[in-house]
């Protein structure tokens, strides 16, 4: 049974930094891409960040050069980094797993979720 399990969500001062973690339990997890969605409150679930099989990253552009998205085969695990933390970026944060390696910023494309993890950056 493939199960996606975020950690390292919490609180966080505005300006501070904090990385959130994946780890999956998917059989050739190195063939697929991993995104990363967040969702906050009365808002829909937008894209943040991916990465493909070749280790190419994707970011939407308000987290750009303050967010790195990194993932260690090895240990079927993905990263995201996140420093100069605002506000705004308070939300669940999802990992999500996809067979195919494009539309990295389309939810759709994406076959398997975590339960997510809550980020909340206090100003």
């Known amino acids: 049974q493939v199960q996606l399990v975020e950690s390292g969500g919490g609180l966080v001062q505005a300006g501070g930094s904090l990385r959130v973690s994946c780890a999956a339990s998917l059989p050739s997890f190195n063939t697929y891409k991993m995104g990363w969605f967040r969702q906050a409150p009365g808002k829909e679930r937008e894209f943040v960040a991916a990465?493909?099989?070749?280790?190419?990253?994707y970011y939407t552009d308000s987290v750009k050069a303050r967010f790195s998205n990194s993932r260690d085969n090895a240990k079927n695990t993905v990263y995201l980094q996140m420093s100069s933390l605002k506000p705004e970026d308070t939300a669940v944060y999802y990992c999500a797993a996809g067979r195919r390696n494009s539309d990295y910023d389309d939810a759709r494309e994406y076959d398997y979720w975590g339960q997510g993890t809550q980020v909340t950056v206090s100003s």
């Open positions: 990465i493909n099989w070749n280790r190419n990253t």
